[in-house]
């Protein structure tokens, strides 16, 4: 009877949680501007730079194609990672919340929790990676002097401190 009902608590977790998805995976449509991360306002991008740097970037048609598609797949990839996680934070809190909780099982699946959170890490930095790999010289340049820009802007947020 538990297992049933912790495959429905799972089922109807997945359920919400996969729209609630896909309704952000908006497409990228012309004229939109980017965030932080490089995509369009309200979504995971590409690269760790802002609005400007992709405007002034003066990206081609196919370069802008490759970006797209690159995109749609790195978005697949993160709504993957992100639900394996979503699901593996439901596990731990009702396993630490057990009248006896087993912390074997407990750190294993905190291990994997922190996996998962590498696997993400991974995809944005290889996001930048790509990035870099399909602009020409002039442009590399002018993404690299952003990001030189965007770093000394955030180290004056922090005072300059590291965390």
Not at 23 to 28: L, S, T
Not at 37 to 49: I, Y
Not at 71 to 86: A, D, F, G, W, Y
């Amino acid at each position: 009877m538990f297992q049933l009902r912790k495959r429905l608590f799972t089922a109807v977790l997945v359920a919400i949680v996969l729209p609630l998805s896909v309704v952000q995976a908006k497409p990228f449509g012309a004229g939109q501007s980017f965030d932080a991360g490089g995509g369009p306002k309200g979504g995971p991008g590409l690269m760790a730079a802002g609005p400007q740097v992709m405007n002034d970037l003066n990206l081609s048609a196919e370069q802008i194609d490759l970006l797209e598609k690159k995109k749609v797949e790195k978005r697949k990839t993160m709504i993957n990672l992100h639900s394996q996680l979503q699901l593996l934070q439901v596990d731990l809190a009702e396993a630490a919340n057990r009248k006896n909780p087993d912390m074997k099982s407990i750190d294993a699946m905190s291990r994997k929790v922190g996996n998962i959170h590498g696997q993400m890490t991974a995809e944005r930095i290889k996001s930048i990676v790509y990035l870099r790999s399909i602009l020409n010289d002039d442009q590399r340049k002018i993404m690299d002097a952003h990001r030189l820009e965007f770093g000394m802007m955030r180290g004056m947020k922090t005072g300059g401190k590291r965390r």
